[in-house]
T-cell receptor
Framework: GESVGLHLPTLSVQEGDNSIINCAYS??????FIWYKQESGKGPQFIID?????DKRQGQRVTVLLNKTVKHLSLQIAATQPGDSAVYFC?????????????FGKGTTLSVSS | NAGVTQTPKFRILKIGQSMTLQCTQD?????MYWYRQDPGMGLKLIYY???????DKGEVPNGYNVSRSTTEDFPLRLELAAPSQTSVYFC???????????FGSGTRLTVV
């Protein structure tokens, strides 16, 4: 089946830098996308979502960009902090079909050094 | 609100044994899901449910069974444990029209 993938398995940044985590999706029918953060030993936590009728959505220190033309999704974290170190997953869902579930990518491990 | 609660947190099974992973949520969510996460990998959907009495297979259902007799509970059953089922299992829930899932903290299962 179709799946969501991430470009890089790991990303290392310095504290205070901006981080950009990328994701490519293959299902052109997907119309809802979510970024999750998973810390070691914990379940995934919701960060931010975006629907396909939007190109950009901002949260607190995070921004998600959606490029439907090339089926690309990115998560930008401003002023990255050591507490941002985690595995980040993008996920897609076809929001208009009852009963479907999120499809997750493999994840990018973000390491933030002081 | 406790959110999504999974028990046990850890379990070691012998090949051929059976067990039930428990999942309960107190948010009155209709949708519930079971995922497994292998080391270094993303989450794979095992089973999901859109409401009490309704369940459906996900990407990797073989070797598992589920039931949904109440809105709150969604147990996952392993009948004949195999080493390939060694994984971390996550339960999640979401309300109607809300696709931001709430995840439990996971059950780490080892089959030896």
């Amino acid at each position: 089946g179709e799946s969501v993938g991430l470009h890089l398995p790991t990303l290392s940044v310095q504290e205070g830098d901006n981080s950009i985590i990328n994701c490519a999706y293959s299902n052109s029918a997907s119309d809802y996308f979510i970024w999750y953060k998973q810390e070691s030993g914990k379940g995934p936590q919701f960060i931010i979502d975006i629907r396909s009728n939007m190109d950009k959505r901002q949260g607190q220190r995070v921004t998600v960009l959606l490029n439907k033309t090339v089926k690309h999704l990115s998560l930008q974290i401003a002023a990255t902090q050591p507490g941002d170190s985690a595995v980040y997953f993008c996920a897609e869902n076809m929001a208009n079909q009852a009963g479907t579930a999120l499809i997750f990518g493999k994840g990018t491990t973000l390491s933030v050094s002081s | 609100n406790a959110g999504v609660t999974q028990t046990p947190k850890f379990r070691i099974l012998k090949i051929g044994q059976s067990m039930t992973l428990q999942c309960t949520q107190d948010m009155n969510h209709n949708y519930m899901y079971w995922y497994r996460q292998d080391p270094g990998m993303g989450l794979k959907l095992i089973y999901y449910s859109v409401g009490a009495g309704i369940t459906d297979k996900g990407e990797v259902p073989n070797g598992y069974n589920v039931s949904r007799s109440t809105t709150e509970d969604f147990p996952l059953r392993l009948e004949l444990a195999a080493p390939s089922q060694t994984s971390v299992y996550f339960c999640a829930s979401s309300g109607d029209g809300n696709y931001g899932y709430t995840f439990g903290s996971g059950t780490r299962l080892t089959v030896v």
